[in-house]
């Protein structure tokens, strides 16, 4: 079963506009990631923020979590038609004292960004 | 720096047929996974491997097996191919980090079972 609801399925925005994905999680977290998959492509990592973060930055990357409401979101500013591609949330549930990795996807955000 | 690398890229079976599909990394990682992708959903895990010679089954695993017999191999065995098989398949690999870090993944293989 997916862990992760993504919102919106997809996203259509012209270039220089802000890019809004939002992810909710059912279970505890050890830490929650975005990564970026360009078509037909492998998954490229983006961020990882902890559970014990609240925001987190990267570049044009925004990344907040809020784990009473079990939620994360992701910004992107000032978007590119090369930030096309699709999104997607990984939460990393793991233990109490330890991760071995595993991830749970969400079904992610197709982003469209006109030029 | 080749990374992840998974082989073949595209593979196209019978119903009933086997294959095998490797997955190779170069980051000296202990942990390896197995995803497939479906459309219009997120990444699902088959198996996993924490080192050399150990493995565990994911969210999906039935009709797969792994094996690990070197820490930079992991392989992903069908040994009796049904068209639900039919996804893409990818392969990542981790470090031990405390509370979790970051997946390197693979390019995919893209599997279609007729």
């Known amino acids: 079963s997916q862990q992760g609801e993504e919102d919106p399925q997809a996203l259509s925005i012209q270039e220089g506009e802000n890019a809004t994905m939002n992810c909710s999680y059912k279970t505890s977290i050890n830490n929650l990631q975005w990564y970026r998959q360009n078509s037909g492509r492998g998954l490229v990592h983006l961020i990882l923020i902890r559970s014990n973060e609240r925001e987190k930055h990267s570049g044009r990357l925004r990344v907040t979590l809020d784990t009473s409401k079990k939620s994360s979101s992701l910004l992107i500013t000032a978007s590119r038609a090369a930030d096309t591609a699709s999104y997607f949330c990984?939460?990393?549930?793991?233990?109490?004292?330890?991760?071995?990795?595993?991830?749970?996807f969400g079904q992610g955000t197709i982003l469209t960004v006109h030029p | 720096n080749a990374g992840v690398t998974q082989t073949p890229k595209f593979r196209v079976l019978k119903t009933g047929q086997s294959m095998t599909l490797l997955c190779a990394q170069d980051m000296n990682h202990e942990y390896m996974y197995w995803y497939r992708q479906d459309p219009g959903m997120g990444l699902r895990l088959i198996h996993y491997?924490?080192?050399?010679?150990?493995?565990a089954k994911g969210e999906v695993p039935d009709g797969y097996n792994v094996s690990r017999l070197k820490k930079q191999n992991f392989l992903l065995g069908l040994e009796s191919a049904a068209p639900s098989q039919t996804s893409v398949y990818f392969c990542a690999s981790s470090y031990p980090k405390d509370r979790g870090t970051e997946a390197f993944f693979g390019q995919g293989t893209r599997l279609t079972v007729v």
């Open positions: 491997s924490v080192g050399e010679g150990t493995t």
């Open positions: 990984a939460t990393d549930a793991g233990g109490p004292s330890w991760s071995y990795g595993k991830l749970t």
